[in-house]
């Protein structure tokens, strides 16, 4: 019988036999990419021996025309509720209202832990020679930093304000025609999303966590990030990780926490891939690293994503990439970014069989050159398929 998705006291998620799982279909392109992606995962799961018991609830234009609200209260109810939700791309409402519904839900539910992982399926056109090298996990902070949203706009009361006091209480002799930005960095945002990024990295067997950060530039924000990194593996993890710190970069059986700032990265993780494994990084270095390396190994149109608070247990995994309006309803785009969004959330929720069997099958058909128009333009010999068509595909190769 359906059932919700509960955690547990000692903070495990219990997942029944067929969980509910609510959706948000997306506008734009989501008519076309949700029905695909959940016609790969229904089949995914049977072939494993579970089920889903999807649940509709609205958000976006949909929502917007049916009650007249973009992000109906029942929505975030029932994402609180069945803890685990999945949802296509949303119009973001331009002028008043909601700044956008995607930071709406990751605030209200306090989703702190911002999870994309990046590698490279074979035969994804890529403008690198060796995208196979790249395998990461970036966990980016999703509540604080710029996300924090702390601004000041140029000439208003407010801002001058503010100047006047930085100038009087810290001697800041600050332009008086600027913008202000606060940019706030705690000790519990920093060591959550960095606890759980190691916590991903030894569930997975993965070799090495780093922390990216601009400390040289900003060091009680940033580098005040690193530093709470390593004083985390101390008290937390000194039994099965190492900070480079303390092991000069020879972990043994350990897990091996490291630390590289944000510029350095950004080369290294094009120079050097195979130096990267799991990523935990402050938001805004994440939101450029998320997109440079989704570059890297082509999978712009594919990246899956996921929104998740590892405390409370609650997980909304989305599509990446936009509503994409001008191909609405044309069946014609990549599924795919929500799809793995969809195999990123079974893996969440220890549905790993049916994961993993989705990743196969997807590999063997982009493998085999069926694929939709956004790869088709920059592959040789390929069969340019519908969307619906792609999943079909896909489906046959489970
Ligand atoms: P977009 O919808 O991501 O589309 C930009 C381009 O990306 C498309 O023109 C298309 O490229 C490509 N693309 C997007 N989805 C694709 C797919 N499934 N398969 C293949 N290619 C795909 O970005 P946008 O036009 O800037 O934004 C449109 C709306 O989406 C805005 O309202 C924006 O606020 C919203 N948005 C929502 C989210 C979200 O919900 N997570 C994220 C970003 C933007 P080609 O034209 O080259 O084929």
Known sequence: MADKISMS???????????????????????????????????????????????????????FKETGEWLPA???????????????????????????????????LDLYVCLRPVRWFEGVPSPVRHPEK??????????EDVYAGLELQEGTEDAKKLLEFLRESFGWQIRPDSGI??????????????????????KHR????????????????????????YDLVRDEFSDVAVGWEDCGGEPADKLLVKDAIADITLQQVLTRPDEFDVIATT?????????????QVGGIGIAPGGNVNYVTG???FEATHGTAPKYAGQDKVNPGSVLLSGVLMFEHIGWQDAADGIVRALEQTIAEKIVTYDFARLMEGARQVRCSEFAAAVVDRL
């Open 9 to 63: 006291a000692d903070g495990v998620l219990q997942v029944p036999a067929e969980p509910i799982i609510p959706f948000i279909e997306g506008d734009g392109t989501g008519v076309d990419i949700w029905p695909a992606a959940r016609l790969v995962l229904d089949a995914a799961a049977l072939k494993h021996g579970h089920s889903v018991a999807w649940k509709e609830v609205l958000a976006g234009e949909k929502a």
């Open 74 to 108: 029942e929505t975030v109810e029932a994402f609180r509720d069945h803890l685990i939700g999945i949802k296509g791309p949303l119009t973001t409402p331009i002028g008043g209202g909601i700044r956008s519904l995607n930071v709406a839900l990751r605030q209200i």
């Open 134 to 143: 790249v395998d990461m996990v970036i966990f980016r902070e999703n509540t």
């Open 181 to 202: 930005g606060v940019k706030p960095v705690s000790i519990t945002g920093s060591k959550r999303l960095i606890r759980a990024a190691i916590e991903y990295a030894l």
């Open 206 to 229: 993965r070799k090495s966590v780093t922390l990216v950060h601009k400390g040289n530039i900003q060091k009680y924000t940033e580098g005040a990030f690193r530093g709470w990194g």
């Open 283 to 295: 938001n805004l270095n994440g939101d450029y690293l998320s997109d440079a390396l989704a570059a």
């Open 314 to 316: 609650h997980g909304v």
